[in-house]
């Protein structure tokens, strides 16, 4: 025996074997299964030995772990789980600051995490409860570039797509095009503004949208029918069951007459495909010719449902094909702008599949781990409170495990004690933090642009979440009671000869990690404030200032501002009024894109009227402005801004002809530049600035009315706008909004990213605090002899106070110094989202170092200033 | 020693094994007599929760042997069976031979 070249037993399985804590059996087990392994394997071998061996330790692990354990402890075991209990309780009661910290804090991370939680769920299951998601896709033009790389996905197609791509690509069973529109609604009461989809018959078999009344099949194939929500029917008939009613949609000019044949419940909030009134896309003004057998104009959105045993990646050669037949022309121009070889693709059809459609083009899934980052990094901080306050303790609590070792308890029941604590106060932190959920849900949903909501019954997902959640952080933080303090000698606790106040380099170091966190949030928050006020502050070239914003959809702009200014132009509350194509400030306006000296150009066309440049008051940099008396400036002439002139090279540009567009074809091509004005942001501040040029030519419309009041009396003049319009537009009521405010939209989400780390850090550094002040607590009781002697030898109570602030003034700084560089990575990434944006700077770095600071110290503040003034009689005295 | 615990078959025979073996009866050695002669391959963990009943149950009693070297110097828990122990095997043995006594075999199977 005990030869070197001797078999061997598997060496998991006996490590297995090893793990038998406290087993009555172990020693022996051990040296019996060696024994037994040794007489089979001279027996029948080596194989078989081991198998056996194998089979034996499961056979005991299976038993021991259900029948032994508990005969073996059954004489004191539900007693001893009674006193677990009710020493926990005491514990927990004794030390109500303790419990509150804990409690509360892991509540607030748990609570966060089931929010988060739910976000995730929501945009990770989008477009999921389509009966065929697996089989629906988007089809989208796929550009790629020089290198073979995909450029972009534009997800808009041409009108014929779907029907010749069902006629010519086998597998295609359905399909939809999806348009919307904004039109005014109207049944018996004022017509009020609504988004109408226009969509092709199969919509509703495709997607399932589920139908209340009516006929699915049949329901769109009318020209005049159209397809409700329940909200909307209730909205204008006051109840659900109206297939078969009226309903007017002034689509162009004039209101036309449709049917509801269906009416269909409210489609989940997380569908891509949304809709409230749907009418067939035959309706549609575009759907006529020239643009119906058009391939180069990309209005609509097409979906389409393959049959169910075509696999979607087989389409890829034919869909290629399917591109180069019907959009060969303009390939052919791509491929020599941007010089891609013969053997590579210029464009394709790409199938986007629905259910991705989602977290690919419309959220950035970056927005879901970024909210789970934030999540963790909460449950982490509470969880950090809830070792460092246990440590902090454990002075106390090691007495207790060493009179618990004497009696006899075994490790593994101490650790049973300490983790079952853990999960107790987890247990509790979890219903409050379901309660808080709850509450803080509303605020939440403000906050994300989401309506979800907590419905435990049918999302049993949640609460398996929220399960798990638990068992993760009672396990998590638990971890250090039980491990450690369970290990200790009962000799050494007893005897009082070990050392643990709360100032070991592991407390240290967590509480460094939880400063760390909340930095890397205040930072975050600092930078994302003062980027939206630069946004806000930005000097964008003109004044938004009190301008209403009416848009006009298909009136004629011109006569309106005409009858406007006659009407009330002269009043002392009216600035001025013009009619405008785009209005300023929004992405996409309208424009052509160029081909100048290889380079492609995005021009922006504003279409204005005379008094376009002094009502945005900007400033004319060169030439002169439209004048209302020159017949030729109407169509003739425009004026270009600096970047134009920049783009194109033109040095001197007043006089010359509009470059790059084409007179005759192009509706603006040999207008004449008679003037310049600056620089100012018409887009958003996300884009880089395009050139542009404002004409007075009313070919592509006038389709919004601006007039800037005086900020006296707005009430009253905004109600003179009101009658005035009336007055010339009695069929359709007015609409109208501030132009500063409809601007800023534009950056809602950003605001919204921006609120939710704000709330977030506050949370943080609220937790973070609350343990700093456990601690703090903990450490000043536990120094308060020390404290006493230095007063009697003669500190100061500044001297007294500044001993106990230095320690965690010095954490908080490492806090600082390792957050600053994660904090700045982020941020960047964030702010390259914005063409123009701030830098990350220093001040903000400093910033966040001075509030947490200051926190901190005002947090322990209290309790270093109590201990300052302690008599050290009082604490000296009873020893 | 409460007297109407019941025995079960693998603890009758592992009894019947102490019995048998002895002085020598301890874990390894049980299990390879029954071994050999049922030719069963009892699992270690039935055999330890087994012997862990007859113990509760009063019907086998161990004490630990002195070390020996063909374990590496450890010791191991040598089984006897005890009074009740021998009491409840002659009882199962008589309640067996009753109803072998009873039983009518069938001719037909020879």
Known sequence: MGLANQPTPPKLARWLLSLSIAWKFKEEAESDLDELFHIRCSNWGLRYARRLYWQDVLSIWVRRSWFEELEFTQLNFFPMFKNYLKVTFRALKKQKIYTFINVFGLAIGLAFCALIFLYVQDELTYDRFHENNDRIFRIEQRYFGTDGSVRFDNPNGPIPLAPTLKQEIPGVEAYTRLFRRTHYVQVDNEPIRESVHYADADILKMFSFPIISGNSETAL?????????????????????????????????????????????????????????????????????????????????????????????????????????????YNQVLRERHEIPENQLVSTYHLNPLPEIHLNSVSDPMYSYILSGIAIAILLIACINFMTLSIGRSSRRSKEVGMRKVVGAFRHQLMFQFWGEAFLICGISMILGVLLAGGFLPVFNALSGKSLAFNYLENWETLVALFGFMVLTGFIAGSYPAVILSGFKPVTTLKGSLKLSGSNFFTKSLVALQFALSVMLIISTLVMKNQLQFIRSQDLGYNTEHVVYIPLNRLDGLKIANNFRTAIGGHIDIVDITATGVAVGFKGSYGYGVEYNGESIDINVFTVESNYIDFMEMELVAGRNFSPDLATDTTESVIITETFAREFGLNDPIGKQVPALTPGKDTHGGAIIIGMVKDHYFQSLYDEMDPAFLTMNPAWGHGNLLIRIRPENMQETIAMIKDTWNTFVPEIPLNYRFLDEDMYEEYANDE?????????????????????????????????????????????????????????????????????PIAYYAMNQWLNNFAYHISVGIIHFLLAAIIVLVIALSTISFQAIKAGFTNPAETLSNE | MNRSQKIGELEELILLAIGGLSNEAYTVSIQQLLESTSGRVISMGALYTSLERLGKKGYATSEMSKPTAERGGKSKRIYKVTYEGEQILHETRAVRDRLWNQFKWSPAWG
Not at chain 1, 290 to 315: C, G, H
Not at chain 1, 761 to 770: G, K, P
Not at chain 1, 775 to 786: F, G, H, N, P
């Open chain 1, 752 to 820: 919204r990213w921006a609120n939710i780390v704000n709330y977030s850090s506050l949370f943080a550094i609220f937790i973070a605090c609350l343990g700093l002040f456990g601690l703090v607590t903990l450490t000043v009781s536990s120094r308060i002899k020390e404290v006493g002697i230095r007063k009697v030898l003669g500190a100061s109570v500044l001297q007294i106070s500044g001993l106990f602030a230095k320690d965690f003034v010095k954490l908080v700084a490492i806090g600082v110094l390792v957050a600053s």
């Open chain 1, 221 to 329: 194939l009318n020209v005049n029918s159209v397809v409700i929500t329940e909200e909307i029917a209730t909205k204008y008939f006051g109840k659900t069951n109206v297939v078969g009613e009226t309903l007017k949609i002034r689509k162009e000019e004039d209101f036309e007459d449709y049917f509801v044949t269906a009416v269909v419940g409210k489609s989940p909030d997380n569908s891509t495909v949304k809709f409230e009134l749907l009418i067939p896309i035959q309706g549609d003004a575009r759907y006529r010719p020239p643009y119906l057998d058009r391939w180069n104009m990309n209005l609509y959105k097409t979906f389409i449902m393959l049959e169910k045993q075509v696999d979607a990646a087989q389409l890829k050669e034919p869909l290629a094909a399917f591109r180069e037949r019907h959009n060969g022309d």
